[in-house]
């Protein structure tokens, strides 16, 4: 087999490659610009590996870097996570956000069209193609959100409904993949994500929410958080992420054309105050926290409903919250 990933040495992308590295001797192809924090640091991780794989620093924004790739290795799976993931950024820069995530999925659907008919794609979308979801009723507890008409989590059939410049650029390379299944028989999976987490993963403000509370609790900072705390997604751990991916090509005859939900699903559903609960148990500290205003077209909740993917592929997560989240730390104090 011959595996391309796009954003190959961001968190999800390192993660997948290097259990392609340790676990097969199938041949892998990294791409990355290497732009976002930590990316450098994941290439040296995967060259400490010690088996060959070709690197390839170029720009999905550019059609002839990602066409290239595409003529010369004919990659039988395409995962296709590089991308632009921050809401604050698209806002601030909405025409690099576009660029990125619109056309940027664009030039890997039409290289793959034209120069790989028989390559598999899976891309990694998101919960915001959904918009803010204010149509729906909540309910407020003491620590979290609840949506009364998907009381154990939201369904594909909700239906899009593009808010800001991310949920935008997201969303088109979201219909994109399923149109150029239906169009041009390309096989796409899409999988729209709420929170992941794991080891490899540089968080920052904008984007990793566990990962930069967990690093602003571990060195005692005050911690703004945007809105009220009681938000609430469903946590996925790097290691199910990965058995996600690398299992989904098996089921691909059932899943191409189709975008499923993913997340940890309700058992690891999480709001921001129940999180520093647990920090503070886990750490033995207090957390100090000020609130600032909501984000704009910020989700009160998004849990994902996994029924979908269920029907054809078996899929449940293996690590809790709980587990993952002492996971989590072990590796940022390692990382501090």
Known sequence: MIYLITGGCGFLGSNIAKDILDNSNDELIVFDNLYRKGSNLNLDFLKESGRDFTFIHGDIRNFYDISKVII??????????????????????????????????????????????????????TNKVYGDLENFTYKETAKRYICEEYPYGFSEDIGIDLHSPYGCSKGIGDMYMLDFHRIYGVKSIVFRHSSMYGVRQFSTYDQGWIGYFIN??????????????????????????????????????????????????????????ELFDILEEILDIKIKYH?????????????????KLNRIMPFNPTINKQSGIKKMIEWVKSNN
Do not use: C
Not at 223 to 246: C, F
């Open 291 to 307: 609130i600032a205003s909501p984000r704009a077209s910020d989700q009160k909740i998004f849990v994902a409903n996994l029924d």
């Open 216 to 273: 602003e609790a571990i060195n005692n900072n005050e911690i703004t958080i945007s809105g009220n705390g009681k938000q609430v997604r469903d946590i996925l751990y790097a290691s199910d992420m990965v058995r996600l991916y690398l299992d989904a090509p098996k089921y691909i005859e059932k899943m191409q054309g189709n975008a499923f939900n993913i997340g940890g699903g309700w058992d690891n559903s999480l709001s921001i105050l």
């Open 72 to 125: 010369d290795f004919k990659p039988d799976i395409v995962y296709h996570l590089s991308g632009q993931v921050a809401m604050t950024t698209s806002i601030a820069n909405p025409r690099f956000d576009f660029e990125v995530n619109a056309v940027g999925t664009f030039n890997i659907l039409d290289s793959i069209r034209q120069f790989s008919k028989d390559s598999i794609v899976i891309y990694s979308s």
